[in-house]
């Protein structure tokens, strides 16, 4: 616990610093301010949010079943891939020369990190390779990411904060699931390894989007927060609605269906294999769907 | 007329833009996107098509959809009620994703391009493939045979073309086979029992199975049973994706093969476990071999044609397409540069051209190269704006210092005009390297690639030289024109071309005319100045997962972050300069 006080009271001071150092200094001070930053926030733990600690028991829950387990690594290598895509693209995309040294820098990381959940992920299958852990079940949730974000016309500035927001709540959660596989040291390495960048890169974003948005910085960050509450809320409509529709199917299938079942199957044993003769006209009809 | 064909929502979108009966360009989704096998509605591909015409989509005469989607939905329906109850998991997704959005197409097309709805098409899935395959070769009188997973019905059509002398053009297709009895299917459902994407990696399939024996064929049989009618049916009780949405092989599949290979986990050759995976492959890969090797010999005795034009993802498979050469007794063999779905696009759009709108033949360039060009500026700026050292020669100064770095043992990463249409680089967005030593192919797949160690490299040389290296058959040349044969590497050469030549001496040669692409020809001189040998190892600019880079700056970002040495663009140069990553992140923080 003193050590957590020193940490908060370290990243404080360096906050404070920070501001000051932007508002007053020369870009070597700004450049020295991030370093410094980086150093001081990997010594520390990320903020965990209010939510994660409450859900605590479901993470302990999903990560203390090997399984789950291995499932939900193996859905993080997929995020941080798909995420380290978005960002290269982003890097290929933006006018802004520092920018895109940044945005690579990030991508790398992150499809680094893609390859350590994945190798990890393999190395505990290996070690009990008889379990249809990959076969049976959708893989779990994979956590933070790009989620729908299109690179293509999005601005900077909008980029910048989004991604600061979910670098900033990865951390957190990556605080979380580290303690949580204490069991598991290898497995909890690589999270200390993943949240040494997700802190440089929660960092860059934030101060990139100060230079690049001096003037409402914070807004784009309290605008990034509620559009990531918004698509959260959008996932959660569109599971429920899709989870409501497949229910109704699923009772039309079983109650309206046999019938037609019954006749396409008698139908289908009466069908010849082999070549079937395709009729002449029956591209004659170019507006027709059928 | 103006005409656009669309492929999408199965798997590699794109769309094609055919004026006066004249393809002026062709791209997948995937290319605009950067998401590999992107089949969402190609809206990006649309546009750059349309801006690259200068078109709008008022002007447009006619908008062709690849497919008969509302077919395909009685397709996916019917299998639900034949499969029933077995089916109760896959039924909801399978219903949700049709009506949600798949069976709607003239609505969507009409709704995202605002063209009435009088002025949008439909052709078959098999006969756009038939035209993708018929109408871009140099024949005139030609059969044709389609293989593919699945399109409305048919996964396998047989057929003929002609283009008569008054101008009119004819695509008859007069046999299929249906749904579930598929060649494709049975190869992917191989693809997915080996741990490879489905759809996506069938071409590592075809990799590993060099290194195999058909030892399994027997087994490999008892899934494909031959109809006494010449055709093939596939036994149901192994397979389940024609009732699933889970798995595309049953119990009994694996209790014929043993249990099926983990995704995650490498595929060792050294291990009984990943010789039975490698012996898997090479038995699926034989029974497909054999299967359309009869098929085309009936085809071509039934036609008497001596030319075969190929459509279809079955079409991607190198090694069956060399043995059709071979065996079927057909002289020529084409495969477009895109077979696959993506090639849909354009078959649709020739096909409405010639059959629905009787528009007279006209002559379609022989080369893959529809898609976006490249700006070396584009490259020259961002290099140098992150500090690279960019240098910018002539046409002459640059193929010998490229030629120079090729020796020296760099690896060039090449973008060269418009990109190709297809799944294959044919040297407009290649990376090149030096053939000779087998260190160079386990090094790109390690430090540039991040592949698999048992994928094979191909080789590029001039059309001139091909058979000096390759043994290739009467009609082989062709074949190779867009790297779609798998042919012997002479004997004498191999320890020569060592990076290039597969466990089995074998190689996916593309034969370079100097009119296909010029500088490109013109490299492959220059090195065979330098080493005797004018061949070059080239292999698609991307890294694995990713899809092939189109603008200059996909092709820089991938240079950055990956073991390439050299970027070449236009008349643009790059060497990289390398900076660890720690002081890259001080140096920008």
Redesign the interface.
Known sequence: MPLDLLSYTVRLTVEVAGKYIRLTTSDECRRAWNIVCCQSFAMTKGRVAPIDWFLRPVHRWVWGDFDRRVRKLLAFAEVETDGGRDILRAAELTPDPLLRRLYLEHAIDELRHGNLFRERGAALLHKRPARDVLFNGTPLPGGHGLDDLRIEGEPDHRLLAFLHVAEKAAAGRFTIYRELVDDDPATRAIFEEILRDEVFHMNYTYTQLTRVLPESYRRQVWLARANRLWKRYGRVVAALTSAIGGAILLVQYFILLPPFAWLAKRAERREPVGWTPIPRDRNDSPNSQY | MKILGISAHYHDAAAALVVDGVPICAVQEERLS??KGDASFPVGAIEWCLDHAGLEPADLDAVVFYE????KF?RIL?CA??A??RS?RS???A??NSLGEK?W??GIISSYLGVPR?K?????HH?AHAAAAFLTAPTRHAAILTADGVGEW?TL?V?HGERHPDGGTDI???????YP?SLGMLYSTFTAYLGFAVNEDEYKVMGLAAYGRPTMSDQARKLIRR???????LVPEYFEYHTTA??SYSSRFIELFGPPR????PIDLETAEGRRFADCAASVQRVLEDTLVDITRALHRRTGLPDLCFGGGVALNGVANARILAESGFERLFVPSAPGDAGCALGAALY?DR??FHNPDRAVPDHPFWGPTVDAQELAR?AR??GQAVEELDESALIERIADELTAGRIVGWMDGASEFGPRALGHRSILAAPHSRATRDRLNRDIKYREEFRPFAPVTTIEMADRYFDLPPGGTRLARFMSGVFPVRPEWRDKLAAITHVDGSARVQALERDMAPRLYALLEAYGRRTGTPVLLNTSFNVA??PIVN?A??G??TF??CGIDVLVAGPTLVMKRVAS?AT???A??
Not at chain 2, 227 to 233: L, Q, V
């Open positions: 950067r998401h008969r989607s509302m077919l009685e019917t009620l034949r029933f109850p109760w039924f909801p997704h219903i949700k069976v197409m003239r009088n949008i098409f439909f052709t078959a006969a048919a059509t057929g008859t297709l007069q046999h299929e086979i249906r009895h109809t006494p009618d010449g055709a093939f049916a889970n798995r983990n995704a995650y986990e409405a059959i629905y961002a704006e992150d997962g990713e603008r700056l996909e820089y970002s950055r972050r990553p890259v992140k001080e920008v923080a």
